[in-house]
């Protein structure tokens, strides 16, 4: 059973940056897939970002060029580095994980996910 502890989320002014961390635990972290994830009140669940267990990444279209996925094996983390931040946003962002390696997108496709953290974007 794998574990996942996000962190890093917050108030910022719009065009600001923060950088969101998922803590795993219990699982081999370099054999599963990560992903990010966000929800707004009154909409589902909407993909971000992932990179596959053997590296690469893909974003949504909305936050390309502006948010970064990365991982760092040696201390079962993930990261999402978010740049340019805009209004929209605004949302609770999962992070989830899936055994193996591909650019997994939709939210079925995910075994494990964190509580969420906050971030909140000003105008």
């Known amino acids: 059973q794998v574990q996942l502890v996000e962190s890093g989320g917050g108030l910022v002014q719009a065009g600001g940056s923060l950088r969101l961390s998922c803590a795993a635990s219990?699982?081999?972290?370099?054999?599963?897939?990560m992903g990010w994830f966000r929800r707004t009140p009154g909409k589902e669940r909407e993909f971000v970002a992932t990179?596959?267990?053997?590296?690469?990444?893909t974003y949504r279209d909305s936050v390309k060029g502006r948010f970064t996925i990365s991982r760092d094996n040696a201390k079962n983390t993930a990261y999402l580095q978010m740049n340019t931040l805009k209004p929209e946003d605004t949302a609770v962002y999962y992070c989830a994980a899936k055994y193996g390696s591909r650019w997994w997108t939709r939210r079925g496709d995910y075994d494990y996910w964190g509580q969420g953290t906050q971030v909140t974007v000003s105008s």
């Open positions: 219990g699982g081999t972290f370099s054999g599963y897939t």
């Open positions: 990179m596959p267990a053997t590296g690469g990444s």
